[in-house]
């Protein structure tokens, strides 16, 4: 499933939650930032901590590469954004579909959003929680949603995040992308509007979108190409190549 199109779902069914709030800022520039943070969670989306064994560190939460058990869980990110975010499987037919875990508001240092959370499991036990859930919805178009047994939920809270989306509420450009995250090491233009900068020491993909909102996508660097190889191939152009000094 594409990974943009579960995300503009997700974003889409939440829009009856009500309007962001951002404090004193509209847009996000450079020099703009607070000089120091609090802690970890605090951290804003373009602080980024690189760790051992192909692993990140971003918004409080380790993302781990996949194959391995020593990341964030679900558990941490309601701990970061609180216990009443959603959680579902999010499934096109024919797939087994994603478990996901969905935020509104959510602050990220002094920037807020919107988040998804996509979390592991294997198709076994994501099969078994399809077949167990209380409720079965559309979202858009044939894509469908599959609420939680409590018990299957409880499970759910153990199982480690694969991945992290986020999606501010201030507006983001192209000089300020490059002056809060620095030169990336790719830039693809897809759809006519949409502009991915791609950091894959950093584990991002940042798309910047002129008739919609930005997204940041965050994975583990180790899996940097499950998710840069989807977008190589929706690209109308490349922008700038690979550099291999990353």
């Known amino acids: 499933m594409n990974k943009l ?13 009500g309007a962001l709030i951002v404090v004193g800022h509209d847009r996000v520039k450079p020099g703009s930032a607070p000089a120091q943070h609090t802690s970890a969670q605090d951290s804003p989306p373009w602080q980024i901590e690189v760790l051992p064994n192909g692993r990140s560190r971003v918004m409080g939460l380790t993302l781990a590469a996949a194959g ?3 990341g964030s869980t679900l558990a941490d990110a309601q701990q970061r954004w609180g216990q009443d975010m959603q959680v579902a499987i999010i499934a096109a037919p024919g797939e087994d579909g994603l478990l996901e875990a969905f935020a509104d508001p959510a602050s990220a240092g002094f920037i807020t959003g919107k988040v998804v959370i996509t979390l592991r499991l294997d198709t076994a036990t994501l099969k078994g929680m399809r077949e167990r859930a209380i409720k079965s919805e559309f979202m858009e178009s044939t894509t469908r949603k ?7 939920l409880q499970t759910a809270l153990h199982a480690p995040i694969a991945s992290l989306s986020f999606i501010p509420q201030a507006n983001l450009d192209a000089d300020t992308v490059l002056a809060r995250f620095g030169q990336p090491a790719q830039r693809l ?10 950091y894959p020491a950093k ?5 910047l979108d ?7 996508q965050y994975v583990a660097p180790a899996d940097f190409e499950q998710l840069r190889q989807p977008l190589l191939k929706q690209a109308t152009f490349t922008v700038s190549q690979p550099q291999t000094a990353r």
């Open 203 to 207: 584990g991002l993909d940042l798309a």
């Open 189 to 198: 233009r897809s759809n006519g509007h949409i502009e991915h900068f791609l």
């Open 5 to 17: 199109g579960i995300v503009g779902g997700l974003v889409a069914a939440s829009l009856a939650l």
């Open 210 to 216: 002129s008739e919609g909102k930005e997204l940041l």
């Open 68 to 70: 391995s058990s020593s």
């Open 146 to 152: 599959y609420t939680l047994s409590p018990a299957d």
